[in-house]
């Protein structure tokens, strides 16, 4: 499935999104639907994180490079969430020391919902009431549960948070933390366009 802007002539993608469910592809290809970048991109949504993990690893086999795969870390236990990233690291053969790895990984703690707690112009508008900042600090350890107590549920009502990144001065806030800001990082590199490997 084709989010990003439009292909160029060659229908040579710089790079490829790989999220673990459909509601970050959604809300990823809205969000840039106005921004410009250097390189194009597909978003491709998968099925879960280990639906996430095989898209990825094929697109690998299948020559590609210059892959984004966003995950979540399900943790804000750091001890558990490096044990994923190594698992992550070995199962897809990723060197961390490589400075220019075929495969970006973009990590979510816990959940890539994050975003929306981060985004300090969203909070009021959202929640509209005024919790203190202790508040704050435990929403952040299971951000969807807060989201789906106090607003909409993301599953049941995605275009309740969608809808939010029409307005300019909330959308712009979105790309400056977490997993937005580095995957914008990546595809506002300019980079020659990736030559196909052989599977040899």
């Not at 750091?78 to 990723?94: G, M, P, Q, S």
């Not at 607003?151 to 809808?163: E, M, Q, T, V």
Request: proline share 6%.
């Amino acid at each position: 499935m084709y989010s990003g802007p439009p292909h160029p002539s060659n229908h040579t993608l710089h790079f490829s999104i790989v999220t673990e469910g459909q509601f970050e592809e959604k809300f990823l290809t809205e969000l840039f639907r106005n921004k410009e970048f250097p390189n194009t991109y597909a978003i491709l949504p998968a099925d879960g994180y280990s639906s996430a993990l095989s898209k990825a690893k094929s697109l690998l086999s299948n020559g590609l490079d210059n892959i984004i795969l966003l995950l979540d870390t399900d943790t804000t236990d750091e001890k558990i969430a490096k044990e994923k990233r190594d698992f992550v690291n070995w199962y897809i053969n990723i060197d961390e020391k490589d400075k220019n790895p075929k495969v970006k990984v973009v990590w979510s703690k816990p959940e890539f919902e994050i975003v929306f707690l981060e985004n300090k112009k969203f909070l009021p508008r959202a929640i509209r009431d005024q919790f203190g900042e202790e508040f704050w600090d435990l929403a952040k350890n299971a951000p969807k549960n807060t989201l789906d107590k106090y607003f909409y549920s993301i599953a049941r009502n995605p275009d309740a948070y969608l809808s939010l990144l029409k307005e300019e001065r909330v959308r712009n806030d979105f790309f400056k933390t977490g997993p937005v800001k580095d995957i914008c990082s990546f595809l506002s590199k300019v980079t020659t366009p990736p030559i196909r490997r052989s599977k040899n």
